[in-house]
């Protein structure tokens, strides 16, 4: 059964989906929801092979990409995706086929040129990535075990979101890129595995907590703040309330809950 | 039908007595991951629930899990409480809705717990180093090779039978990708057969190798295929089964059955009780409802029929 206390928040892996007038579909993460997603996307023109879909990963962790062999839309010929994030040492492109290797996955390999979509993957270097009207910038928001982690900011000129979903302060260079990212912007999609409580017993394991998403939201002055990246074993509840506890007139918070939809209104 | 699950729900003890007094042992089933392909939370899959493919059996307090999709996380901090020291884990085959539970299986985390994994053997890679790539750096933080609990592999041979405790097990090829086995485990007079991810009577051979040889060659293996399957199920008192497909749905290239497939071999092979199992990730309950109260009417004989449920235990 799926545990009522999970209902309205949703338990799938990261993915989220922004949405921007005449721009390609933009896609932040791989987890689970990239399916449900995708099975959206088959209604519009990905379903007839003449989508375009730009998929960032802020790491290669499982959670964030084990939605990718059930994203249809790579699978059907005429679309265009083009993958981007940075592994070290590994590679995107290895990590990536990896994932497909017949042993774990019987999905066809769309990485193959003869199969499914086009598919690109690019390793992300240094330059923010331009798409239309669209910057995309990103910056490295530390390593666990050696696997680099990229926090995302998405800017058309008007507004700014920031995506932040996997990040431990251990230093301060981590730190400041963090504000950078989140200087400003509309809407900070930020970490909170652990709470509060949890985390001075968790440290190290690469996650943070609300109290410390919320102190970089204001220390970067950001608008709003989405809590996300929610632990698997968090009740709606138990989300409920940690969003209570640090929500203000001045800096909305709230938990990222499956098929939200939030708006950034023009400014 | 509703009555005979309310029954099997209420008769969860694990020793009771018959009537002429002696002790009976039985072997009980748990469904802890019914779905196929990928985890799924949404409401339409909150009664038959959305974890993937994970069982539990136990006989005589032997506990032998049977794939370890997301429904073994929950089964785990269960078997770190009751304090369980040994455990059997069979897995299928190595697809990632088999095996994507097991980093978040509390019972690693114990140092003085043994666990005995055992698959069909890969010609590519040892089950060891399949999990083990599963589990490492850049997909997972905690590597396997660095876990407390003692793990012991078991790449098994075609058609190996060996015993766990008071079970005799058996496994055997079906025909689905990669190196995928089934299943019969044996106790106490009771089976159970656990036949997922396989296409039984599908057109196309599916597993590494089947397409290989001569035409004559290649209609021996399916034969070979569809006999292990009938082997495998033959007089099950408990026949899990891959019924991924509708008939309308059916591709002849994914490796995976229909439902009325199911009803085949449980004639065929003469089961007792039928679980439809591996459900599609879009399968809803209510037309998973709908689907057994439809082919409840075309079971063979006195055979019952269930689409197995998250959470629900069966006691042969
Ligand atoms: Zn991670
Ligand atoms: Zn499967
Ligand atoms: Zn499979």
């Not at chain 1, 910057?135 to 050696?146: D, P």
């Not at chain 2, 040994?86 to 690693?108: K, N, Q, R, V, Y």
């Not at chain 2, 036949?195 to 397409?211: I, T």
Request: overall charge negative; proline content about 4%.
């Amino acid at each position: 059964m799926v545990r009522p206390e999970t209902r309205r928040y949703g338990v799938n892996t990261p993915c989220i989906q922004v949405e921007c007038p005449g721009a390609d579909t933009l896609v932040f993460d791989g987890g689970i929801g990239l399916h449900w997603l995708g099975n959206a996307l088959l209604a519009e023109s990905f379903g007839s092979g003449k989508g375009k879909a730009h998929l960032f990963f802020s790491h290669t962790h499982w959670s964030h990409i084990q939605g990718v062999p059930f994203f249809v839309p790579l699978l059907i010929p005429g679309n265009s995706i083009h993958l981007y994030g940075r592994a070290g040492l590994y590679g995107m492109q290895k990590v990536l086929c990896d994932q497909m290797n017949p042993a774990y996955c019987p999905v066809p390999d769309f990485f193959d040129d003869a199969i499914g979509a086009q598919v690109d993957v690019s390793e992300l270097g240094k330059s923010p990535i331009r798409l239309g009207s669209l910057l995309i910038e990103y910056a490295e928001i530390g390593q666990l075990h050696g696997s680099p982690r990229l926090g995302y900011r998405i800017s058309d000129g008007m507004n700014a979101l920031a995506y932040i979903p996997a990040v431990e302060y251990l230093n301060d260079a981590v730190r400041e890129a963090a504000r950078a990212l989140a200087n400003d912007a509309d809407l900070l999609i930020h970490d909170a595995y652990y709470s509060d409580e949890e985390y001075p017993t968790q440290q190290g394991r690469g996650h943070s907590c609300p109290r410390q998403a919320l102190e970089l939201a204001q220390g970067a002055s950001a608008k709003r703040l989405l809590l996300f990246n929610h632990h698997p074993e968090r009740s709606d509840q138990a989300l409920d309330e940690l969003a209570n506890a640090l929500n203000s007139a001045e800096l909305p918070v709230e938990c990222g809950r499956e098929r939200g939809v939030y708006a950034l209104e023009e400014r | 039908m509703l009555h005979l699950q309310h029954l099997i729900r209420i008769c969860s003890a694990r020793l009771s007595y018959v009537a002429d007094d002696r002790l009976v042992i039985h072997m009980e089933i748990t469904f802890w991951g019914v779905r196929g392909s990928f985890p799924v939370s949404s409401p339409h899959c909150a009664r038959y629930g959305g974890n993937t493919p994970c069982i539990e059996v136990n006989a005589q307090d032997t506990c032998v899990i049977v794939d370890a999709g997301t429904g073994i996380c929950s089964l785990g901090k269960r078997l770190v409480e009751q304090g369980q020291k040994e455990i059997h884990l069979l897995i299928s085959h190595t697809h990632w809705d088999h095996i994507h539970g097991f980093p978040h299986f509390a019972p690693l985390c114990e140092s003085d717990v043994t666990i005995h994994l055992y698959a069909l053997a890969n010609a590519n890679a040892s089950l060891k180093d399949i999990l083990c790539g599963q589990q490492q750096e850049p997909f997972f933080p905690n590597a396997l090779d660095s876990v407390n609990a003692d793990l012991h592999f078991t790449d098994l041979s075609e058609g190996q039978r060996w015993n766990i405790g008071p079970i005799d097990v058996q496994c055997r090829r079906l025909n689905h990708a990669s190196y995928t086995g089934g299943f019969r485990l044996e106790s106490v007079g009771k089976t159970f057969s656990y036949l997922s991810d396989l296409d039984l009577y599908g057109p196309r051979l599916h597993g590494e190798g089947m397409n290989t040889g001569t035409e004559d060659e290649i209609e021996q293996k399916r034969i070979g295929l569809q006999q292990n399957a009938l082997e495998l199920a033959r007089d099950a008192d408990l026949m899990v089964f891959d019924s991924f497909f509708l008939t309308e749905e059916y591709k002849d290239d994914w490796g995976h059955s229909k439902m009325e497939d199911a009803l085949r071999l449980g004639a065929e092979s003469n089961a007792r009780r039928i679980a439809f199992f591996h459900h599609a990730p879009g399968r809803s309950d209510d037309q998973l409802d709908e689907l057994v109260a439809h082919y409840s009417t075309e079971v063979h004989r006195d055979a019952d029929l269930i689409a197995a449920t998250e959470g629900d235990q069966v006691v042969l």
